[in-house]
C-alpha cells in the first residue's frame, strides 16, 4: 500500500512557474513508477509526465514537452513536477499516482492516487 500527498499548486501568471510535489508513504517507493496526470472542469484526466522507479527513464505528453520536467528522489520518497512556462490552459486539478510498471499512459494502469492539489494559471 502506498499513499500519496501532492503539494505546491496555486494561483500563478501565465508565463510563471510551479514545482508540485508527491510525498509518498511506505518503504517500497523506489519501486513504483510514477505519473502526473491533470484534469480541468468538464474534462477527462489526462496524461501529463512519468517517470520510472530509478528516474532513468522519463516520458511527457505533447502538450507539455519542453516545458515542464518530472524528477523524484528515492531517499526522500518525494516526485517532483517542475512547471514552467504556464499557460491558462494548464488549468487543472493535478494529481500524482504510482504503478507497478513505467511506461502507461493510462490512469486505469495506477494503483495508488493522491487527492490532487489545484493549479490555476490566469492570463
Known amino acids: 500500500q502506498v499513499q500519496l500527498a501532492e503539494s505546491g499548486g496555486g494561483l500563478v501568471q501565465a508565463g510563471g512557474s510551479l514545482r508540485l510535489s508527491c510525498a509518498a508513504s511506505g518503504r517500497t517507493f523506489r519501486t513504483y513508477a510514477m505519473g502526473w496526470f491533470r484534469q480541468a472542469p468538464g474534462k477527462e484526466r489526462e496524461f501529463v509526465a512519468t517517470i520510472s522507479g530509478s528516474g532513468i527513464s522519463t516520458s511527457y505528453a505533447d502538450s507539455v514537452k519542453g516545458r515542464f520536467t518530472v524528477s523524484r528522489d528515492n531517499a526522500k520518497n518525494t516526485a517532483y513536477l517542475q512547471m514552467n512556462s504556464l499557460n491558462p490552459e494548464d488549468t487543472a486539478v493535478y494529481y500524482c499516482?504510482?504503478?507497478?510498471?513505467?511506461?502507461?499512459?493510462?490512469?486505469?494502469?495506477?494503483?495508488?492516487w493522491g487527492q490532487g492539489t489545484q493549479v490555476t494559471v490566469s492570463s
Open positions: 499516482a504510482a504503478a507497478q510498471s513505467y511506461g502507461s499512459q493510462v490512469p486505469s494502469q495506477y494503483w495508488y
